[in-house]
């Protein structure tokens, strides 16, 4: 198994574009993760999805910010409008909930927005 | 509000030198804590939790729930150890983990 599987590595865009960052967690984990890693504020959890569905979106910053998991093998985070501070590494990380608590993290999508 | 305190960004240290990374958590309840780690060019990846009791690469934590802490320790430090430590809190009625800001460790030779 590759392990939680996220695209693109890099992104570099300027301000005001739509970013789409993207997810696939491992085989047969029914829960999905979407952190942002940030210098000054570490690893916060932006939204999370128990079998596809969203459970707890509080972290998600604005309405820039939406995500989507239209089946248990992808999902997507977006951002629109993209601005500088958005700049961060982006993790997504999968789990089987209820049976184990820990979970998979993915390699990150460094994002820059210029 | 729960939350997980980790007042050290940096700690560095001397290879077989001791090392204790702080974490504090505020919660009302009956926690779990973890300890995840990334290594350079690694993924973030669990390393222990407290109710495992366990020791992981020489690291142990004890969960005080007097002092509110899981501190990290290891007796003797190795370079490989060398890495971005974080802490994290889940709450018993939420799957969310609540992470500390990390603090990066440096063992020098």
């Known amino acids: 198994d590759a392990g939680v599987i996220q695209s693109p590595r890099h992104e570099v865009t300027e301000m005001g574009q739509e970013v789409t960052l993207r997810c696939k967690p491992i085989s047969g984990h029914n829960s999905l993760f979407w952190y942002r890693q940030t210098m000054m504020r570490g690893l916060e959890l932006l939204i999370y999805f128990n079998n596809n569905v969203p459970i707890d979106d509080s972290g998600m910053p604005e309405d820039r910010f939406s995500a989507k998991m239209p089946n248990a093998s992808f999902s997507t985070l977006k951002i629109q409008p993209s601005e500088p501070r958005d700049s961060a590494v982006y993790f997504c990380a999968s789990s089987s909930l209820p049976r184990a608590t820990e979970q998979f993290f993915g390699p990150g999508t460094r994002l820059t927005v210029l | 509000a729960q939350r997980v305190t980790q007042p050290e960004k940096l700690l560095s240290v001397f290879k077989g030198a001791p090392v204790e990374l702080k974490c504090n958590y505020s919660?009302?309840?009956?926690?779990?804590l973890f300890w995840y780690v990334q290594y350079s060019r690694q993924r973030l990846q669990l390393l222990l939790r407290?109710?495992s009791r366990e020791s992981i690469k020489g690291f142990t934590a004890d969960l005080n729930k007097g002092e509110t802490s899981f501190h990290l320790k290891k007796p003797f430090a190795q370079e490989e150890d060398s890495a971005m430590y974080y802490c994290?809190?889940?709450?018993?009625?939420?799957?969310?983990?609540?992470f500390g800001t990390g603090t990066r460790l440096q063992v020098f030779p």
């Open positions: 919660y009302s309840g009956s926690p779990e």
């Open positions: 407290h109710i």
């Open positions: 994290a809190l889940k709450s018993y009625n939420t799957d969310k983990l609540i």
